[in-house]
């Protein structure tokens, strides 16, 4: 426990800080691996270390290099991987950026406006974009209908070390920009990597899986207590927060089981005859087994 900034919180406060991966696919979303941050003050006190219980082979490590071994657990486990998301604190880091291109994944991570593309900022590089380089592009579905923007991207030079496969490129790098439709003062910036053939509303939707993330914080801290504990050491950190992760895991995967279920018990059931016939003045609903009406639709004419 320190003070130290929280994102979630918007400010510094006391508090204990994880960097986490989730797991996202189009049928469902959980949490998969987590590292706690220890700040430098606490590895340099060794003794302060070994009270709370943290191993002794455990030093200093930025969050950029605790994603990195995230991101290489989830390599060598049975995951299919393709992309990787990220918000500013990581997609700034360029070794971090570095690691996913030698691994061959494809990535779109928010930066700072700050960022440097090629040498200029890249909130000046967008700055002069002309006005029919934005276009409205959905980055997913909201709570309240599609998530859409305005979307500029830039295509970069390629890196011959790791975007060509001997002469021929295989990969192209992006600077996106997303900008609110109602407030055109609030934006948003982004560094892409990507398969050539890749195309702009793939990158945008990527972009927009980054919100799963958040909705996986939100349903484990509701349903599952992720937030709900009070531990000062190192081991009761993991335990409780593997166990959160664990059990809402499972919640996801029945929750995609159910809609699998439910999608298939929809499904329209076999019809010998039409079930729209017509027989005098009304429509009649035919049996799906039989040639007697099971119902009655009165003319309307």
């Not at 930025?62 to 991101?71: F, I, N, P, S």
């Not at 918000?87 to 880091?93: C, N, P, R, S, V």
């Not at 974009?129 to 830039?154: F, M, N, Q, T, V």
């Not at 030079?157 to 003062?185: C, H, I, M, N």
Request: charged share 25%.
């Amino acid at each position: 426990m320190q003070r130290q900034y929280s994102g979630t919180a918007g400010r510094t406060e006391n508090c204990q800080i994880g960097v986490f991966a989730a797991y996202a696919t189009s049928t469902g979303r959980a949490l998969v691996d987590r590292e706690l941050y220890l700040p430098r003050s606490w590895t340099e006190d060794r003794e302060r270390c070994r009270a709370a219980k943290v191993p002794d082979e455990r030093g200093f490590a930025t969050k950029g290099e605790l994603a990195k071994r995230l991101v290489l657990r989830v390599l060598a486990s049975d995951l299919p991987l393709a992309w990787v998301a990220a918000d500013a604190a990581y997609g700034q880091e360029g070794r971090f950026r570095r690691l996913l291109e030698q691994s061959g994944l494809g990535y779109v991570l928010a930066v700072p406006k700050s960022q440097q593309v090629f040498g200029p900022r890249v909130d000046h590089l967008f700055a002069q974009a002309p006005d029919e380089a934005w276009e409205p592009i959905s980055c997913g579905d909201g709570a309240k209908g599609p998530r859409l923007y305005h979307w500029a991207a830039l295509e970069l030079p390629t890196v011959a070390e790791f975007d060509y496969q001997g002469e021929v490129p295989v990969r192209r790098r992006w600077a996106l920009a997303r900008r609110s439709l109602r407030k055109p003062e609030e934006l948003a910036y982004f560094l892409a990597y990507a398969p050539r053939e890749t195309v702009v509303a793939d990158l945008v939707r990527i972009a927009g899986m980054r919100w799963q993330i958040e909705e996986c914080f939100q349903a484990a801290k509701n349903e599952c207590g992720l937030d709900q504990y009070e531990v000062r050491r190192y081991i009761g950190w993991y335990r409780h927060i593997t166990l959160a992760m664990l059990a809402h895991a499972y919640l996801a995967v029945m929750a995609a089981d159910a809609a699998a279920k439910g999608d298939a018990e929809t499904l329209p059931a076999p019809w010998l005859r039409p079930p729209w016939q017509k027989s005098g003045g009304s429509w009649r609903l035919a049996s799906p087994t039989n040639t007697e009406p099971a119902g009655r639709f009165a003319r309307t004419c």
